[in-house]
């Protein structure tokens, strides 16, 4: 099984990278705080470790799914070099 993720997100940016990434990305499962206290719970815990390892999820198959994606296109072969290529050409356009 490929690595889940578990958001807790306590403040500032962390909030906008977890919703990021549970909502837009989809490669992992935000906990939920609780409505009066603002905190963690085991049980909001346990809900999102289940919704994101089991088998028979739907929410576990598309994290699987999008992380599966997602890991291979970070590793794609040449990925940095033409990020690099295309830096260097626009600097040479720049200054031209």
């Known amino acids: ?5 578990w ?5 500032g940016d962390q909030i906008i ?8 990305l ?3 499962v935000e906990v939920e705080k609780g409505d009066e206290d603002g905190l963690f719970s085991k049980e ?4 999102a470790v289940k919704a994101v390892t089991d088998e028979d999820s739907e ?8 992380h599966a ?11 940095e070099n033409s990020y ?3 830096f260097v050409h626009k600097l040479y356009e720049l200054l031209g």
């Open 1 to 5: 099984m490929s690595a889940s993720w």
């Open 7 to 11: 958001l807790l997100p306590n403040v």
């Open 17 to 24: 990278n977890a919703r990021m990434m549970s909502g837009d």
């Open 26 to 28: 989809k490669v992992g």
């Open 44 to 47: 909001g815990v346990c809900k």
């Open 59 to 66: 929410i576990g198959k598309e994290v699987r799914t999008n």
């Open 69 to 79: 994606k997602w890991r291979e296109f970070f590793s794609s072969k040449g990925l």
């Open 84 to 86: 690099i290529d295309g």
